[in-house]
Antibody
Framework: EVQLVESGGGLVQPGGSLRLSCAAS????????MTWVRQTPGKGLEWVAN????????YYMDSVKGRFTISRDNAKNSLYLQMNSLRAEDTAMYYC????????????????WGQGALVSVSS | QSALAQPRSVSGSPGQSVTISCTGT?????????VSWYQQHPAKAPKLMIY???TRPSGVPDRFSGSKSGNTASLTISGLQAEDEADYYC??????????FGTGTEVTVL
């Protein structure tokens, strides 16, 4: 069974940094796009970023561009999200998910999700 | 991008059918046949229930079905069961390599 396990969440002050990790297992990691999605009580689910199988292409939601960086280490079957210049509105549960597509080359749905890592940004 | 509009809550008795709507725009739901639906039980990760508007992944009961008309997608649960009580979110590809999720609907089994 596909497993995705996030880690690295915690409490950080505004302006601070945090790095989330997602350990993947029981599937061929290099065959899939990977994704970060966050969930807040106020805004619900929000897509954050995608990364291509080989890490050469990345895409971000507007509000995190220039602050967040998605990356992966295929040798370690791991996905990362480096979050800098954190703001209160970044407070959320962050999920990593596996991206799939019906046709074409870019994901249009997410078939497996991890349990999430909680990030709280507060002074 | 604004979140896709879903009713805050729907409810039904066991065995009944409920339908959750997901209203977007001609730039997302109306433009692409890439609507997916996710079920989320409290403190659990979202689970994929429908993708490509109408397709059920293996293992999802056939009482779950999806459809789309214009800018509105729908998820129907036929023969409601107690374990279907959860939050449900729709999601659409929105172009320019981005996605938009719905506001979420709480399904209550009476």
């Amino acid at each position: 069974e596909v497993q995705l396990v996030e880690s690295g969440g915690g409490l950080v002050q505004p302006g601070g940094s945090l790095r989330l990790s997602c350990a993947a297992s029981d599937f061929t990691f290099t065959d899939f796009w990977m994704t970060w999605v966050r969930q807040t009580p106020g805004k619900g689910l929000e897509w954050v970023a995608n990364i291509k199988q080989d890490g050469t292409d990345t895409y971000y939601m507007d509000s995190v561009k220039g602050r967040f960086t998605i990356s992966r280490d295929n040798a370690k079957n791991s996905l990362y999200l480096q979050m800098n210049s954190l703001r209160a509105e970044d407070t959320a549960m962050y999920y990593c998910a596996r991206g799939r597509f019906v046709s074409g080359w870019y994901p249009d749905y997410f078939d497996y999700w991890g349990q999430g890592a909680l990030v709280s940004v507060s002074s | 991008q604004s979140a896709l509009a879903q009713p805050r809550s729907v409810s039904g008795s066991p065995g009944q059918s409920v339908t959750i709507s997901c209203t977007g725009t001609s730039s997302d739901v109306g433009r692409f046949n890439y609507v997916s639906w996710y079920q989320q039980h409290p403190a659990k990760a979202p689970k994929l229930m429908i993708y490509g508007v109408i397709t059920r992944p293996s293992g999802v009961p056939d009482r779950f079905s999806g459809s789309k008309s214009g800018n509105t997608a729908s998820l129907t649960i036929s023969g409601l069961q107690a374990e279907d009580e959860a939050d449900y979110y729709c999601c659409s590809y929105a172009g320019s390599y981005t996605y938009v999720f719905g506001t979420g609907t709480e399904v209550t089994v009476l």
